[in-house]
Nanobody, 121 residues
Framework: QVQLVESGGGLVQAGGSLRVSCVLR????????MGWYRQAPGKQRELVAR???????DYEHSVKGRFTISRDNAKKMVYLQMNSLRPEDTAVYYC???????????????WGRGTQVTVSS
């Protein structure tokens, strides 16, 4: 069974920094794209950043230049470094990964349970 476990959320003042981490647990063949999504109260879940298995990245417009996504394939981890945080960044941040559980199988997507990030003004 594949599990994604996030850590590193918390409360920070506007202008501060946080790093959230996510580890993939379970036996898999390979990991394709990994990403971070967020959901604020009353809003839909949105993509924040994603990174492919070759290292190509993609960011939501409002976080470009402030957030950096990275991954460690050997450790099966993905990170999101968040700088210059704003109150509007407050949300539950979810880790997402597309994996191949075995050779020849179709890819499957998995979600973590989320970690709360709160930015005070």
């Amino acid at each position: 069974q594949v599990q994604l476990v996030e850590s590193g959320g918390g409360l920070v003042q506007a202008g501060g920094s946080l790093r959230v981490s996510c580890v993939l647990r379970g036996s898999i063949f390979s990991i394709n794209t990994m990403g971070w999504y967020r959901q604020a109260p009353g809003k839909q879940r949105e993509l924040v950043a994603r990174i492919t298995d070759t290292g190509s990245t993609d960011y939501e417009h409002s976080v470009k230049g402030r957030f950096t996504i990275s991954r460690d394939n050997a450790k099966k981890m993905v990170y999101l470094q968040m700088n210059s945080l704003r109150p509007e960044d407050t949300a539950v941040y979810y880790c997402n990964a597309e994996v191949l559980k075995d050779w020849g199988k179709s890819p499957t997507r998995h979600w973590g349970r989320g970690t709360q990030v709160t930015v005070s003004s």
